[in-house]
């Protein structure tokens, strides 16, 4: 009995001395988001405004979703392989950055949700706890969060509610993803039609180190283009051979219905070198010498290359 008792008391001394020592309390597992007075959402597009009494004191604060991503002139989003998205609620002129980061080939989506936790019959408004559940979604994972006001110390507080492991691909829907009716269009290209042409710029849609810079020259068309110029496009076989070898018998393949034999003749990677001058008042993207790689699918058909990704750009060396 004496040695249970002794077993006993030492590993609750482990214990106590574990606890003290990384503060191992469930609430130490939650981050708290603080109050800023001098965040700016200048470059951003506005995707979403709800408002919503977030705090239960009676008043409603306004939850505001933005992103990197800018509006065409034809309305359309311009989205690329990853943005900056910003969650925020703001609190008289309190402004609380739920999320800030950048996102990889996805997006973020929000619900605030109401529970009556002392179960009081007809509930008023201050009666109920509001949750915000933010799920980011990105190519290979998935995570769950939510957030909550901490009255006691003034901010909201955030908690993973779902992260699982060993996650490598990802299909989800994209409730901000409006399609362009341009890269629709030329995906379903006739053979007869291998012109394209963008402000006077004329390519051939079966050339891909054309339809690459076409892509680039139609940043001109943007307010927040000064100056664009492609200095080099030329197609990067070894980044080809790599990137067909990746995703064969991948999920993504499958999911984008490329066969390996599809891959193999309708797939291809293009550098790019390019130097353009941008107003940094209208929008978020780095401008000077700059590279990437263009990747582009071919239709079978008509042979018209479609740009399916990029890479974020980089400075030339």
Same mark, same amino acid.
């Given at each position: 009995? $004496?040695?249970?008792?002794?077993?006993?008391?030492?590993?609750?001394?482990? /214990?106590?001395?574990? !606890?003290?020592?990384?503060?191992?309390?469930?609430?130490?597992? /939650?981050?708290?988001?603080?109050?800023?007075?001098? !965040?700016?959402?200048?470059?951003?597009?506005?995707? =979403?405004?709800?408002?919503?009494?977030?705090?239960?004191?009676?008043?409603?604060?306004?939850? =505001?979703?933005?992103?990197?991503?800018?509006?065409?002139?034809?309305?359309?989003?311009?989205?690329?392989?990853?943005?900056?998205?910003?969650?925020?609620? %703001? %609190?008289?002129?309190?402004?609380?950055?739920?999320?800030?980061?950048?996102?990889?080939?996805? =997006?973020?989506? !929000?619900?605030?949700?109401?529970?009556?936790?002392?179960?009081?019959?007809?509930?008023?408004?201050?009666?109920?706890?509001?949750?915000?559940?933010?799920?980011?979604?990105?190519?290979?994972? /998935?995570?769950?969060?939510?957030?909550?006001?901490?009255?006691?110390?003034?901010?909201?507080?955030?908690?993973?509610?779902?992260?699982?492991?060993?996650?490598?691909?990802?299909?989800?829907? $994209?409730?901000?993803?409006?399609?362009?009716?341009? %890269?629709?269009?030329?995906?379903?290209?006739?053979?007869? =039609?291998?012109?394209?042409?963008?402000?006077?710029?004329?390519?051939?849609?079966?050339?891909?180190?054309?339809?690459?810079?076409?892509?680039?020259?139609?940043?001109?068309?943007?307010?927040?283009?000064?100056?664009?110029?492609?200095?080099?496009?030329?197609?990067?076989?070894?980044?080809?051979?790599?990137?067909?070898?990746?995703?064969?018998?991948?999920?993504?393949?499958?999911?984008?219905?490329?066969?390996?034999?599809?891959?193999?003749?309708?797939?291809?990677?293009? %550098?790019?070198?390019?130097?353009?001058?941008?107003?940094?008042?209208?929008?978020?993207?780095?401008?000077?010498?700059?590279?990437?790689?263009?990747?582009?699918?071919?239709?079978?058909?008509?042979?018209?290359?479609?740009?399916?990704?990029?890479?974020?750009?980089?400075?030339?060396?």
């Amino acid at each position: 009995m $004496n040695r249970k008792y002794s077993i006993l008391f030492i590993l609750l001394g482990v /214990f106590s001395i574990t !606890f003290l020592i990384t503060g191992c309390s469930p609430k130490e597992s /939650f981050k708290p988001v603080q109050s800023t007075k001098n !965040f700016s959402t200048d470059g951003l597009t506005l995707l =979403e405004r709800t408002y919503d009494d977030t705090d239960s004191d009676g008043d409603k604060e306004s939850i =505001e979703l933005y992103t990197s991503a800018q509006i065409a002139r034809d309305g359309q989003m311009g989205w690329d392989t990853g943005h900056q998205w910003v969650l925020l609620v %703001k %609190k008289g002129e309190e402004v609380f950055p739920l999320f800030d980061d950048y996102v990889q080939h996805g =997006e973020l989506q !929000f619900w605030i949700a109401s529970s009556n936790k002392d179960k009081i019959e007809s509930p008023e408004s201050t009666d109920l706890q509001r949750k915000i559940y933010v799920a980011i979604t990105t190519g290979v994972n /998935f995570k769950l969060t939510v957030y909550y006001w901490d009255e006691q110390n003034h901010c909201y507080k955030e908690e993973v509610v779902l992260n699982p492991p060993d996650q490598w691909i990802m299909r989800h829907s $994209n409730k901000y993803n409006i399609p362009d009716p341009a %890269k629709i269009e030329s995906s379903t290209t006739s053979q007869t =039609e291998t012109k394209g042409n963008t402000d006077g710029y004329n390519y051939d849609i079966t050339n891909s180190v054309e339809v690459v810079r076409a892509g680039y020259m139609s940043w001109l068309k943007e307010d927040y283009t000064i100056s664009m110029n492609v200095l080099k496009a030329e197609v990067d076989d070894a980044e080809t051979q790599r990137h067909i070898k990746g995703y064969k018998g991948s999920e993504l393949a499958e999911t984008r219905g490329w066969t390996d034999e599809y891959l193999d003749q309708h797939f291809i990677v293009v %550098k790019v070198i390019y130097e353009c001058e941008l107003d940094h008042n209208k929008t978020f993207m780095n401008d000077g010498l700059l590279e990437g790689y263009v990747f582009l699918t071919r239709d079978p058909e008509s042979g018209a290359w479609t740009i399916c990704d990029r890479t974020s750009p980089s400075e030339a060396l």
